[in-house]
C-alpha cells in the first residue's frame, strides 16, 4: 500500500506568514529612518536607496518609492539566476513592502537636531531594519540581493558588502551636494553595517572551541549530555612531549560557552582551551545563516 505523505501546508503557511511579517517589520522601520532622518537631514543612503534618494534631491517630483522599485528589475534577475527562486519570491514581496513603506509611513522629522547623532541615530535605525529584512528568507531588493549573492559564494559579511557598494553613491553625493553631506553618511553607512551584521550574525555567533586535556572523555561526555552539542575528536602530537593526545573541537553559541567553560574546568582546571569566533556557520542545529 503506497504511503500518504504527510500534508505540510499549515507550516509551508507558518513559514511564510513569519517571513512576510520580518519583511515587513523590517521595511517599517527603514522607512522612519528614510522618512525621519536622512530626507528631512539631506542625507543620502547607500546602494539603490541610495541612488533613488539623490535623484530625489536633484528632481523632487521623483518618487524615492518608484525609483527603488524601477532600478531593482536587474537586482532581481540576479537573485533569480543565483540565489533560489525561492528569495526572488520573497525579494520581490520585500521591496513592494519596502517601497510602500516608504510611501505611506511617514512619521515627521525625528527631533534630532545635530546632524552628527542624526547620522548614529539613521545608522541604528536603518542597520536594524535591514538586518530584520534579512532574517528572514528574502531581501528589500537593491544591494541586499548582491550582499547575500558575494555571502553565499565568497563568505564576504553582509555588512562589509554593504559597506563596499556604497562607495559609488558617496563619491556622487559629494560631487553633487557637499563634502560634509557625504562625510555624515559616511558616518551613518558605518554604524548601519556594524548593526546589520549584529541583527543577522552577531546575536547569534558561534564560537568554535579547540581543547587539549588528558581528561578529555569527561569533558567530551559533559558537552554531549549537558550542552547537546556534537564533539570531534581529533589526534595530535604534543610538539614538546612528543606524546599522543586527544583535541576535542566543538562550536557552541555564546549563551552555552560558559557552560562549557564549567565543564572543562569541573574535569581539569589545566586544561588548555581556545575559543575563537567564526564569521558563520552552516550545518544541523548550529548553523546561524539564513537558508536564502
Excluded: C
Excluded at 71 to 78: E, H, I, T
Excluded at 81 to 103: D, E, M, P, Q
Amino acid at each position: 500500500m503506497k504511503k500518504i505523505s504527510r500534508w505540510r501546508g499549515w507550516q509551508v503557511l507558518k513559514d511564510a506568514g513569519w517571513n512576510l511579517f520580518l519583511l515587513s517589520v523590517g521595511s517599517i522601520v527603514t522607512a522612519v529612518g528614510v522618512n525621519g532622518i536622512l530626507i528631512p537631514h539631506r542625507f543620502v543612503s547607500g546602494g539603490v536607496t541610495g541612488l533613488a534618494l539623490v535623484f530625489h534631491y536633484l528632481v523632487p517630483t521623483l518618487s524615492v518609492a518608484l525609483i527603488y522599485a524601477v532600478a531593482n528589475v536587474p537586482l532581481f534577475l540576479a537573485g533569480w539566476f543565483f540565489i533560489s527562486r525561492r528569495f526572488f519570491l520573497y525579494s520581490i514581496a520585500g521591496t513592494l513592502l519596502f517601497s510602500g513603506a516608504i510611501a505611506w509611513v511617514n512619521v515627521g522629522p525625528l527631533p534630532v537636531q545635530d546632524k552628527l547623532l542624526a547620522a548614529i541615530l539613521a545608522g541604528i535605525i536603518l542597520g536594524t531594519g535591514s538586518g530584520i529584512i534579512l532574517k528572514s528568507l528574502g531581501s528589500a531588493g537593491g544591494t541586499d540581493i548582491l550582499s547575500v549573492i558575494l555571502l553565499q559564494r565568497f563568505s564576504v559579511r553582509l555588512g562589509t558588502t554593504r559597506l563596499a557598494f556604497n562607495a559609488l553613491v558617496l563619491a556622487t553625493a559629494a560631487l553633487l551636494f557637499s563634502l560634509e553631506g557625504a562625510l555624515y553618511t559616511l558616518i551613518y553607512l558605518y554604524v548601519s553595517a556594524q548593526i546589520v551584521d549584529l541583527v543577522v550574525t552577531g546575536l547569534s555567533q558561534r564560537k568554535a572551541i579547540f581543547i587539549i586535556s588528558p581528561q578529555w572523555q569527561e569533558i567530551s561526555r559533559g558537552i554531549l549530555d549537558e550542552i547537546h552539542r556534537g564533539v570531534t575528536i581529533l589526534r595530535g602530537e604534543g610538539g614538546y612531549s612528543q606524546r599522543e593526545q586527544r583535541i576535542l573541537y566543538t562550536v557552541v553559541n555564546f549563551r552555552e560557552l560558559a557552560t562549557l567553560k564549567q565543564i572543562v574546568r569541573r574535569n581539569d582546571p589545566a586544561a588548555f582551551v581556545v575559543v575563537t569566533d567564526t564569521t558563520e556557520v552552516m550545518g544541523h542545529r548550529i548553523g546561524n545563516q539564513p537558508h536564502w
